[in-house]
């Protein structure tokens, strides 16, 4: 229940109810309404009202047992009625106060008008959570960190406020996402159905300042910050609805991915490329990053011949989804709102399948689920065991999903930015980093 619930409840009976914030007049605010007088009530003199506000009606007092609004009168409720149902009969009463309180104060802010656009409502938004050091260019923030201590480290940024941080490895990627939001805005400019950026971080609100000034430096939208002053955040990450967790810190991405949140470890490539200022980029693995594991089981455990008959054997029996299914489902949702506005041919998202699967051995099965999913791929590239980070270089995705390591470090060198999602059996065969 909310806070404005509770305060209710601790005022008498008789006392008059506090000046309620009205929509459209003087005096009014978001939150204002959620904030009650803490007090007691014997103990409050008389106060007008300060312009703009009305005070509610008085709660009925000792005799008259309130209903619900629209009710029609119970007999014998006038006399007759017992202490206990007197008790609950107001706390009803307060209870209804207390929600068209909380009302006036939703549709206030609701509607709000500013210029900047306002980030959608996280029922309705797909939620893309960034750490700091994936956003930003962190290094010698972090050797200070590691070296110094996290006083010197606040003391060394806030002395910094002032200065532009440089981008870090999720940063075209976020450039991109606020693309496709400005075109979706465009079409559908009611629509709340798109990508909404939380700033998920366990540094102190001390930095917030730093990093405010480089978001804003850029032009990002980034509304939402959640700061845990050296705490995980990962527990906040259901709280704010996330649908994909980037981070430069693995620990953290695997305690997400354990939690069943789609997450991925940034690496910075090794080269700077040009990327699509028009299209967002997106190339997936297959097994153990769009589907389920086990098939790679199958290929670390028995071989590829057996692999390869497994596959035959399964190709219409859809695999189980993996960790960045969701994603791409919710990549499909938007972009059939472009298909639906005849924008195919100009759609701003692409995505790519990259998978080292071959095609006529093991492509079937793989097609064949995503079919069933009702979800389509821009383009599926099946290498047969190649190098993925010359395949890579000419599709300059501005992210790249895979969960083997080495297949990481082979898109870094070339140039690509990559994710590594740390899910499946592979990570038992995994070299260390």
Known sequence: MRRDVVALLTHGAGAAGPCRAVPGRAGGGPGRARHRAKGKATARPPSPCPSGAERPPPLPGPGLRPRPLGAAPTPGAMSGSGPEEEEAGLQEARLQE????????????????????????????????????????????????????????????????????????????????????????????????????????NNHAQVGVRLINSINHYGLTIERFCMTGGKSPIGYLTAYLTNLYLSADSEKVQEAIEAGIASAT????????????????????????????????????????????????NENKPLAQGPLKGFLEDLGKLQKKFYAKNERLNCPIRTFLVTARSAASSGARVLKTLRSWGLEIDEALFLAGAPKGPILVKIRPHIFFDDQMFHIEGAQKLGTIAAHVPYGIAQKYQKSV
């Open 98 to 201: 207390a929600e068209r309180d909380w009302a006036a104060a939703k549709a206030f802010y609701d509607n709000l008008v500013s210029k900047r656009p306002r980030p959608p409502k996280p029922q309705h938004a797909i939620t893309v959570a960034v750490s700091s050091r994936a956003l930003f260019d962190l290094v010698e923030e972090r050797r200070i960190y590691e070296e110094q201590g996290v006083e010197k480290y606040v003391e060394y940024q806030q002395q910094n406020e002032n200065v532009t941080l440089k981008p870090g490895p999720a940063f075209h990627f976020v450039k991109a996402l606020e693309h496709v939001n400005a075109r979706l805005l465009e079409l559908y400019p009611d629509d709340e159905e798109r990508f909404d950026i939380v700033l998920m971080t």
């Open 266 to 313: 940034m690496f910075t490539a090794n080269k700077d490329v040009a990327y699509s200022d028009t299209q967002l980029r997106v190339a997936f693995d297959g097994d153990a990053v769009l589907f389920s594991d086990e098939s790679e089981q199958i290929v670390k455990e028995q071989g590829l011949d057996k692999f390869f008959e497994h596959e035959q054997l």
